[in-house]
């Protein structure tokens, strides 16, 4: 699987929207993006995937450069409840879902 | 559906002795996955199944970890002799593979504690 690379921490502001990036310039073309996320204490939780045009949920959008070489996840109105560990994983076919560090995103009132 | 079931949600055993943990997973689901988590080493997958079949187990940490699957609806976790160091969360995940977008399904996850 292609690595990936995000900051290990970041702010927001409760209402504002988060932003967190991801780095993966080794992505092959067969290659999804995921977006994982764990609130403390609790199993990591799905949030969003996509292979190269942009996606929407209703939990946040994803959005994939052309080159796919990065990502950038967003939570248009941050919470205090989206306090949270955010993994970016980049994993092909029936790959392994390998987890990295992530990003600890703090939102504060 | 009530989700991924663990059980127990913690665990304390003294060094040496077995512990054995527990996973119900969603039903349908093909796929069951074992993760342990620490604050060193983060998440790490220990091994998977497809369809009650083993498929890679390359991160079983060594001999004292088992793992096994003999239904669609119950996987145990096991460690035996314990030792200090196995001290970790412990979570079991379940997907239904539908092409490429595998999403996974986490349970809550078992603290074990081996003092």
């Known amino acids: 699987d292609a690595k990936t690379t995000q900051p290990p921490s970041m702010d927001c502001a409760e209402g504002r929207a988060a932003n967190l990036p991801c780095n993966h310039s080794?992505?092959?073309?067969?290659?999804?993006v995921y977006w994982y996320r764990q609130i403390h204490s609790q199993g990591p939780q799905y949030i969003i995937h996509g292979l190269k045009n942009n996606e929407t949920n209703e939990m946040a959008s994803l959005i994939i450069t052309e080159d796919r070489k990065s990502s950038t996840l967003i939570l248009p109105h941050a919470t205090l409840r989206d306090t949270a560990v955010y993994y970016c994983i980049v994993r092909g076919g029936t790959d392994k879902l390998i987890f990295g560090t992530g990003t600890r995103l703090q939102v504060f009132p | 559906d009530a989700g991924v079931i663990q059980s127990p949600r913690h665990e304390v055993t003294e060094m040496g002795q077995e512990v054995t943990l527990r996973c119900k997973p969603i039903s349908g689901h093909d796929y069951l996955f074992w993760y342990r988590q620490t604050m060193m080493r983060g998440l790490e997958l220990l091994i998977y199944?497809?369809?009650?079949?083993?498929?890679?187990d390359s991160g079983m940490p060594e001999d004292r970890f088992s793992a096994k699957m003999p239904n669609a609806s119950f996987s145990t976790l096991k460690i035996q002799p314990s030792e200090p160091r196995d001290s970790a969360v412990y979570f079991c995940?379940?997907?239904?593979?539908?092409?490429?977008?595998?999403?996974?399904?986490f349970g809550s996850g078992t603290q074990l504690s081996v003092l």
């Open positions: 199944f497809n369809n009650n079949v083993p498929i890679d």
């Open positions: 995940a379940s997907s239904k593979l539908q092409g490429t977008n595998e999403k996974l399904f």
């Open positions: 080794t992505i092959s073309g067969n290659e999804y």
